[in-house]
């Protein structure tokens, strides 16, 4: 079975630096990834995702992500942080299943910007 | 284009009573998602639509939870009687068929009692 694991729970960062959240899969084939995120009272937004095109993936907002077949990781980055960016984030794997796929997310982490 | 709607955004109950959810999906979107959201979680897949069709129920607990999709449009979820863990975030989602990109709604905070 498809998994993923969010390796924080919780990163801060100061406005204007960068940001790092990390996430490890686990698939027995080459998954569909993505990262959503949940900010306060709202729905959960699509960030990016990664369908085996370019392992490079650039996403709303300036944010964007690696994967790493090698190290079975999907890392979420960002060069510089805004205040705006403060809230939860999903990595999330796409499972197939005999009926269709379903998404498969992580526990979350939650990302706090500072001034 | 309009979103997935839910509502409501709250409902606060007391155990042993039963409480229903309601969800319209994007327009043209013939698959419907429900998913549980406990505090500290990422959301869990309860049941999936194909039209009218639950395809997927396998982590629906039967026992008190009950979906219907009648017109392979809008969708209520329901539980009777709800329990003190039932206090979650239900999140409604849909995509076109095929499509693995799906589209979530605001959710419904459901506080037990």
């Known amino acids: 079975a498809q998994s993923v694991t969010q390796l924080d729970s919780h990163v801060s960062v100061s406005e204007g630096t960068p940001v790092l959240l990390r996430c490890n899969y686990s698939?027995?084939?080459?998954?569909?990834l993505f990262w959503y995120v949940q900010h306060p009272n709202k729905g959960l937004q699509l960030l990016l995702k990664y369908t085996s095109a370019a392992t490079l993936v650039k996403g709303i907002n300036g944010f964007e992500a690696e994967f790493k077949k090698s190290e079975t990781s999907f890392h979420l980055t960002k060069p510089s942080a805004h205040m705006s960016d403060a809230a939860e984030y999903f990595c999330v794997v796409s499972e197939f299943k005999q009926a269709g796929t379903a998404l498969i997310f992580g526990k979350g982490t939650t990302l706090s910007v500072s001034s | 284009e309009a979103g997935v709607v839910q509502s409501p955004r709250y409902k606060i109950i007391e155990k042993k009573q039963p409480v229903a959810f309601w969800c319209n999906p994007i327009?043209?979107?013939?698959?419907l998602y429900w998913y549980r959201q406990n505090l500290g979680q990422g959301p869990e897949l309860l049941i999936r639509y194909e039209n009218e069709e639950a395809v997927d129920d396998s982590q629906l607990p039967k026992d008190r939870f009950s979906a219907e999709r009648l017109k392979g449009v809008d969708s209520t979820l329901k539980i009777q009687p709800a329990e003190l863990g039932d206090s979650a975030v239900y999140l409604c989602?849909?995509?076109?068929?095929?499509?693995?990109?799906?589209?979530f709604g605001p959710g419904t905070r459901l506080t037990v009692l």
């Open positions: 989602a849909s995509s076109l068929t095929g499509v693995n990109e799906q589209f």
């Open positions: 327009s043209g979107h013939n698959t």
């Open positions: 698939s027995s084939y080459s998954p569909s």
